[in-house]
Each structure stands twice: as structure tokens, then as C-alpha cells.
């Protein structure tokens, strides 16, 4: 629980308290367990904000988003956009290594490219929330986004050799890490076929697209960089998220 804890302080801006005596190592693998509790928090506004039409609630609920994870994630979207676009502009030597991408991505600046993709990652999540059907998907995509995290710091190399998110890292290792967030998710889901609250036949669709989409962003990140830093783990959450919830939104209620 301390662990728990501890991943809850590090990766929202939930008022939790002083962060000073918590370790951090090992936080990882309670990284879907973080996702399920915003993705409560989440769930809970939504009905709150029934009241609002639908692209009102929408925007509302994407600000809350941003609001209980700090923009933390998304961050990493940007710089990362910035680092994969950057070979765009130089000559073939340089595009023959990653220094350059990574001494883009380690810019506190923003690019155009970068804005481009924090532009396009939140107008997806507006757009799907704005036609969503079946609320309470919106409990497991926070989950699902930060599971592909989980997978992408377990399965790829870290490229800095001192970078910030080093430590989480060193302190996963397989299959140890996987299976406790992985098992969860699939007894909240099973909870939510067995409670009658959603069909089961759409909810393993589901289910199965959104394990999919967060396992495809991490490695096709990968693929590009040949491993992942702070920055790219950042950017597997919200690309996650976003193919969850675009892919929650073609499910209709009976």
C-alpha cells in the first residue's frame, strides 16, 4: 500500500501530502491501479455533468483530466512529437542516429509539431467523450492507457543513461511487474460483464482493442526511437487513452 501510495503522488496532482519519506522504486507496477482511481474520479464527474449537453460535459471532463494528472502526460506528447518529427528537417547523417531526437525531445521548449500533437490528442478524447454511450468504460481507459506504460517501461531499453524516469526502469522487471496491474484490470472487468452493467460480448471487444491500441503505441514508439525515455512513456498514456476512447465510442447501448 505504501507503494500504491507512493504511485498515486508521483503520477497525479491529487493533494495526497508531502512525497518527502515515500519511496518510488518498484511504483510501476501499480501503474493500472492509479488509472482505475482516475478513472473513478472520472466516471463519477460524468455523471455529475449529465446536466451539461454533450460537447459541454466533454470539455469539462478532458479539463479534468489534464487538471487530476497535472499535464504530466501530456508533456511527454509534445516532446516527444518534437523529437520524432526532427529528422524531418536535418540531413541523412543525422538521421542515421537518435542524438538528435533525444536532444530535441530533452528541449523545455515546445515546437510546432509538438503543439500539433497536444492539439490533435485532446480534440480525439473531446470528440469520443462527446459521443460516448457507455459511461463507465470510462473507469478502465485511464487504466488501459497507463497498462500500455506499464508494458512499454517493462518490455523496451531506456535510451538516457541518467535520464528522469530511469528509476522506473531499473525498478521493473518481468513478469513480476506485469502481472499484479494486468490481473487487476481483468478482475475490474470481469466485475463489470458479471454485474450486468455492460455486455459482455462488447465489453471483451472492447476490452481486446484497447489492450491492442496501448500494446501498438509503445512499439511503434520503440520502433522509431529503438527504446523509450520519460518523455515516450508520457506520450504512451494519452495515445493509449485516446484509441480507447475512440474505439469506446462505436459502442452503442441496446
Known sequence: MRRFWAALTFYTALPLGRAADLQFEGIAAWLPAVGLCLGGILFLASLLLQVFPAGVRAALLVALWVVLTGGLHLDG??????????NLHTSSEQSASNSHRLQVMSDSHTGAYGVLALGLVLLLKFAALSSLQVWPLLLLVPAWGRWGQLLAIALYPYLREQGSARF????????????????????????LGGSGILAWRPLLLWTLGAALGALAVGHW????????TG?????TVEWSEAIALLWGSLIKLS
Do not use: M
Open 77 to 86: 506528447v509534445a516532446d516527444t512529437a518534437d523529437g520524432l518529427a526532427a
Open 221 to 228: 514508439i520503440y520502433r522509431q526511437l529503438g527504446g523509450h
Open 168 to 191: 522506473l526502469k531499473d525498478s521493473t522487471s518481468l513478469p513480476g511487474s506485469l502481472w499484479p496491474g494486468t490481473l487487476l484490470l481483468g478482475v475490474t472487468t470481469a466485475g
Open 231 to 235: 518523455d515516450t512513456y508520457g506520450a
